[in-house]
T-cell receptor, first 114, second 111 residues
Framework: EAGVTQFPSHSVIEKGQTVTLRCDPI?????LYWYRRVMGKEIKFLLH????????ESGMPNNRFLAERTGGTYSTLKVQPAELEDSGVYFC????????????FGPGTRLTVT | RKEVEQDPGPFNVPEGATVAFNCTYS??????FFWYRQDCRKEPKLLMS???SGNEDGRFTAQLNRASQYISLLIRDSKLSDSATYLC????????????FGAGTRLFVKA
């Protein structure tokens, strides 16, 4: 069974540009989560999808961030326009069910905004 | 105050030692509790879920005290391969599931 994959693994962009991160969850996992780890800080929850529906997006920092999961398969996280403080590692995770079930994490996308 | 607080670490222990990690959480409505392990520059991986009755998996024992809002992880007979960051994780049912991570406690096991 393939794990959670994320693309790209690294991205370096300039302030003001747009970046789109992609996450492919484990096949059959309806639940998909996005997280972010800023340098020196703890991993922060961004949002939770069940299939294509956003169940909790309370962690999204501001309206420069847009997450989508059309068709309930892969998900994208777009940052537009990027700011310096958006730099960090963006993790995606998926689980078959939510709550007490293990979340499987992807390797992360390291985003650097210069 | 952070929602999930852990021992700041790092912990430096010799092989064979027993080491205990502590974690507290602030939201009494939290429902699910976990310990994840994260190796340097890697993604977090589930070590074990934590149940109210306590649970054990080999050298690892996790405890949960809901009244005190306290979670612990005990590692016995530490191995070099146990060196990693240990993350206390709490999940809240918000309609969705919001997952809160502690900052992690770094463990170094030395020969």
């Amino acid at each position: 069974e393939a794990g959670v994959t994320q693309f790209p693994s690294h991205s370096v962009i300039e302030k003001g540009q747009t970046v789109t991160l992609r996450c492919d969850p484990i096949s059959g996992h309806d639940n998909l989560y996005w997280y972010r780890r800023v340098m020196g800080k703890e991993i922060k929850f961004l949002l939770h999808f069940v299939k294509e529906s956003k169940q909790d997006e309370s962690g999204m920092p501001n309206n420069r961030f847009l997450a989508e999961r059309t068709g309930g398969t892969y998900s994208t996280l777009k940052v537009q326009p990027a700011e310096l403080e958006d730099s960090g590692v963006y993790f995606c995770a998926s689980s078959r069910q939510a709550g007490i079930y293990e979340q499987y994490f992807g390797p992360g996308t390291r985003l650097t905004v210069t | 105050r952070k929602e999930v607080e852990q021992d700041p670490g790092p912990f430096n222990v010799p092989e064979g030692a027993t080491v205990a990690f502590n974690c507290t959480y602030s939201n009494s409505a939290s429902q699910s509790f976990f310990w994840y392990r994260q190796d340097c520059r890697k993604e977090p991986k589930l070590l074990m879920s934590v149940y109210s009755s306590g649970n054990e998996d080999g050298r690892f024992t996790a405890q949960l005290n809901r009244a005190s809002q306290y979670i612990s992880l005990l590692i016995r007979d530490s191995k070099l391969s146990d060196s990693a960051t240990y993350l206390c994780v709490v999940s809240q049912n918000t309609g969705g599931f919001k997952t809160i991570f502690g900052a992690g406690t770094r463990l170094f096991v030395k020969a």
